[in-house]
């Protein structure tokens, strides 16, 4: 069974960065794609950022231009790089792992708070 392991989460006030990590307990070359979602209270889980095998990029539009997604194959781990924070990004982050057989993997989520 896969693990993601997150963390890096907190409180910070706006404005200030942060940088989260999703550490798997196997090589990330074994899936397809990586990305970080995000779920407020209330509300559904989004996608964030996703990082293809071939490291195409994508992100959502309200954080484009302020996260990064990026990876360390060495260390089997998938980072988010979050800038210029706003409250609006509070929330609990999730890292995900999806392989080509459409099976895919969760972590048990990290929490941002940001005030204002």
């Known amino acids: 069974q896969v693990q993601l392991v997150e963390s890096g989460g907190g409180l910070v006030q706006a404005g200030e960065s942060l940088i989260l990590s999703c550490a798997a307990s196997?090589?990330?070359?074994?899936?397809?794609?990586m990305g970080w979602y995000r779920q407020a209270p209330g509300k559904q889980r989004v996608l964030v950022a996703l990082?293809?095998?071939?490291?195409?990029?994508c992100y959502e539009d309200s954080v484009k231009g302020r996260f990064t997604i990026s990876r360390d194959n060495t260390k089997n781990t998938v980072y988010l790089q979050m800038n210029s924070l706003k409250p609006e990004d509070t929330a609990v982050y999730y890292c995900?792992?999806?392989?080509?057989?459409?099976?895919?993997?969760w972590g048990q989520g990290t929490q941002v708070t940001v005030s204002s």
């Open positions: 995900n792992a999806f392989r080509s057989t459409a099976k895919q993997y």
């Open positions: 196997e090589s990330i070359f074994s899936f397809v794609a």
């Open positions: 990082m293809t095998a071939g490291t195409t990029t």
